[in-house]
């Protein structure tokens, strides 16, 4: 336990691991520390269970719920610390961080306790004691990840129009859910955590809030600079002005990042999109997401080990599934 806790690199801590002979073992032995510490009370303990995550990622959780220790941030921009499983479900404590003048430390009247396969709960269980052990310790998150629906779709922006709301919930309510249990990320491989495809609609809430997507001819390859310029061939000021057009390209595509596993892609929507009735909208939708998903494989094949023809196969079956429904 103590030389885990001593190297810092993955690329070492996984020599190390495949190197000892009874991985069972040393799995039960992993698995036992973190159960101690799942509890964790200061910023060291966190620090420690993530270390622990981080081993259990490379030797294999076996029997037990594999879960990823997460640094992430609550809404008031303090730190929280929690658990996920594949699915992601919340696991074991949630915590919220209070930034004090020595540091931070939990805030428990706004913490939870979830339940797991080694800690059942009927419900999560609200936490109480005011604030725990202040330590001036920056807070880690894990560097690995377990196999998890590596397609992650998320909205740009909170707004659009009415005709696309109904697709939108379906998209939240079915579309992700299914991805979450259909998709195989055991079989692809484990270069990437997550590709997320961000989609980004037109809407017009008010004259002084409003936003509507001109796509971009492919062809120009324009970049951000030349948006507005050439926005401006198109329409006058006060057209754009009176209108809130903005120029864009239908698909821009982030740098992938191998210390993550991730890159991102944005798809964005024109109002005529939202003109549509409910059911060409979600096989648009489906057709510009799986090109996204192409071409990131494209972009993706020659730089890492990945089994994309059978991740793309297996997103095909789901969105055609999923686009057959009504919504």
Known sequence: ????????????????????????????????????????????????VVRLCEALAIVGWGSHEPLEAIRGMWFNGNPETYFLNR????????????????????????????????????????????????QDVTLCSQRNWIPKNPLFIVRGLSNCYEGSKPVIESIENELVPQ???????????????????????????????????????ESLKLKRKDFYPKLLEMYSEKEIEDNGYYLRNRFTYGPFRRDTGRA???????????????QEQKLLLCRYMLHAVEQMAKRLER?????????????????????????
């Open 264 to 278: 991102r892609v944005e798809i964005v929507f024109e109002k005529e999109f939202s003109q549509l009735p409910a």
């Open 87 to 134: 699915y992601s479900k919340p696991r074991f404590l949630d915590a919220v961080w209070s930034k004090r003048k020595d540091g931070f430390a939990i805030d428990y009247n706004m913490s939870f306790f979830h339940g797991s396969q080694d800690a059942p709960l009927d419900k999560a269980e609200r936490l109480s004691g005011g604030i725990g052990e202040t």
């Open 303 to 327: 730089k890492i080990s990945y089994d994309f023809p059978l991740l793309i196969s297996d997103f095909k079956s789901i969105l055609d599934r999923w686009s057959s429904t009504d919504c």
């Open 179 to 217: 991805l979450k249990c259909g998709m195989r990320p055991e079989l692809y491989g484990n270069a990437i955590d997550m590709l997320i495809l961000e989609l980004i609609f037109s809407f017009y809430d008010d004259y002084y809030c409003k936003t509507n997507y001109i796509i971009a001819d």
């Open 1 to 48: 336990m103590e030389r885990i806790f001593e190297i810092s690199g993955l690329d070492d801590l996984r020599e190390y691991l495949d190197g000892k002979p009874d991985k069972d073992a040393l799995r039960e032995q992993l698995y036992g520390e973190f159960l101690k510490l799942s509890r964790y009370r200061n910023a060291s303990e966190w620090n420690t």
